[in-house]
C-alpha cells in the first residue's frame, strides 16, 4: 500500500511538471514561403542538378500545370522562351489560377508557390499529368525553391495577382488588382546558379514540346516564339518521318485505358517505335508489346506461318510506330520508371490495332503490307 502510495506522489509531481512546459506554437503561414527543405536536399525533389535534368524538371512541372487546363478544355495556347540569361518563361491564356484567399487570409497564390505540398495537386484537380518522370514534383513551390528569380503572374475573372520570389522567400507580398486583361498565367524563372551548375538543353526542350504538340493537336504549343507542328495528330508525325506507304491510325477513348497510336512502314530495316504513357515518354512496356501481339496474330490470321519470334522480327523491319496510352494509376518498373508494367495496356493496344485492321476497309491497304512483310524472307 506505501509503494502505490509513493508512486501515486511521483506521478502527480511529473503530471505537474509537464503541465509546466508550454509546447511550442503552431506554425505561422509566413514559414511556409521558406522551403528550406528542398533547397538543402533540392534531388530528392527534382532530381540530378549536375547533368542538367533537374533543371529540366523545373520547367516541365510548370508546363505540366497548363497541359492540365489543356485537357480539361479551358487552354489552347503555351508558350515556352529561354532567353540569353537562361531565364526560362512560359505563358498560357487559360482560365489562370483564381484570385482568392483562404481562411487565414493568405491569397490562393501564395499558397500555391509557398506551400511544399506532397498531394498529387493542392486542390486534388482532374484530369492532371506530370510531364516529367513520375515521382518527382512538388508544385511550382519546388521550382520556386530553387529559382534565384521567380515571377509568377496570373489574370483570372477580371482580377490579377503578382508574386515574386528570391531562392524560395518572397521579395514582398503578393500584389492584387483589378484589370481588363484576358485570362492566362506568365511564369518566368530563373535558376539558382548555386544549385544547378547546368544550363537548359534547348535542343532536348523542343524535341519534347514537338512530342507534346504532335499529341495534342489542337494545342497550340509555342518555342521561342514560333509555333511547333502538331497539327493532324500521331498520323502526321508519321508522315513527318517519311512514311509515304499505307498507314494506320486510330484513337480509342479512354474506358480503363485510352489509346492514341499511327503505324506505318518505311524502306528500311530498323524498327522506330515510341511508346508514351500519360504524355510521358517510355522505353518499352506493356503498350509496346501489345503493339507486337496485334501485327503478329493480323499475319497468322492472313494464314502466314512461323513462330512468334520470327514473325515479330519480320513485321518489325521497317516499322514506324507511335504509340500513346492514358492511364489513370500507370505502373512502372523499376529503377528508372520508364518501362509501363500496367498489364491492361498490353490487350487495349493490341485490340485497338486488330479492330482497326479488320473493322475498316479503307484500313485494307495496311492490311496488306502487314502480310507482305510477315511473309519476306519465308
Not at 149 to 162: M, N, P, Q, Y
Not at 248 to 263: C, E, M, Q, W, Y
Not at 340 to 350: C, D, I, K, M, S
Request: with cysteine; net charge neutral; charged share 25%.
Amino acid at each position: 500500500m506505501k509503494r502505490l502510495t509513493t508512486t501515486s506522489t511521483r506521478t502527480r509531481r511529473l503530471l505537474a511538471t509537464l503541465r509546466q512546459i508550454k509546447p511550442p506554437p503552431p506554425p505561422t503561414p509566413r514559414e511556409w514561403t521558406l522551403l528550406e527543405n528542398v533547397r538543402k536536399r533540392p534531388g530528392m525533389y527534382v532530381g540530378d542538378v549536375n547533368d542538367g535534368t533537374g533543371l529540366s524538371r523545373c520547367l516541365w512541372q510548370v508546363v505540366s500545370n497548363a497541359i492540365d487546363q489543356h485537357l480539361a478544355g479551358r487552354l489552347r495556347t503555351i508558350s515556352v522562351s529561354i532567353d540569353d540569361s537562361d531565364t526560362a518563361e512560359v505563358v498560357d491564356d487559360g482560365l489562370g489560377i483564381p484570385v482568392v484567399r483562404d481562411e487565414h487570409g493568405l491569397p490562393l497564390l501564395e499558397r500555391i508557390c509557398c506551400e511544399l505540398h506532397l498531394r498529387t495537386t493542392l486542390d486534388d484537380h482532374l484530369p492532371h499529368v506530370h510531364f516529367t518522370e513520375p515521382g518527382f514534383g512538388c508544385g511550382l513551390a519546388s521550382t520556386a525553391a530553387v529559382s534565384a528569380l521567380f515571377e509568377i503572374e496570373t489574370v483570372c475573372d477580371g482580377r490579377a495577382a503578382k508574386l515574386v520570389m528570391e531562392r524560395g522567400v518572397k521579395a514582398g507580398d503578393v500584389v492584387e488588382s483589378d484589370t481588363v486583361r484576358p485570362s492566362g498565367t506568365r511564369v518566368r524563372f530563373r535558376a539558382d546558379p548555386q544549385i544547378f551548375p547546368a544550363r537548359f538543353d534547348e535542343d532536348a526542350i523542343r524535341a519534347r514540346l514537338e512530342e507534346l504538340a504532335w499529341w495534342a493537336p489542337h494545342l497550340r504549343v509555342l518555342w521561342q516564339g514560333a509555333v511547333l507542328p502538331g497539327l493532324g495528330g500521331a498520323d502526321a508525325w508519321l508522315r513527318s518521318m517519311g512514311v509515304t506507304g499505307p498507314e494506320l491510325a486510330t484513337r480509342v477513348p479512354a474506358h480503363s485505358v485510352g489509346v492514341d497510336l499511327a503505324l506505318g512502314y518505311v524502306d528500311s530495316d530498323r524498327c522506330d517505335i515510341r511508346t508514351f504513357v500519360n504524355l510521358h515518354p517510355t522505353l518499352e512496356g506493356t503498350h509496346e508489346r501489345g503493339v507486337f501481339d496485334a501485327l503478329v496474330a493480323v499475319a497468322r490470321m492472313e494464314g502466314v506461318r512461323g513462330t512468334r519470334r520470327q514473325l515479330e522480327a519480320r513485321v518489325s523491319r521497317g516499322l514506324v510506330a507511335r504509340v500513346h496510352v492514358w492511364v489513370t494509376a500507370p505502373r512502372f518498373g523499376p529503377p528508372t520508371r520508364d518501362q509501363l508494367r500496367t498489364p491492361e495496356a498490353r490487350p487495349a493496344v493490341g485490340e485497338a490495332i486488330v479492330n482497326a485492321i479488320v473493322h475498316r476497309g479503307t484500313e485494307g491497304a495496311f492490311l496488306r503490307e502487314v502480310k507482305n512483310r510477315a511473309r519476306a524472307g519465308v
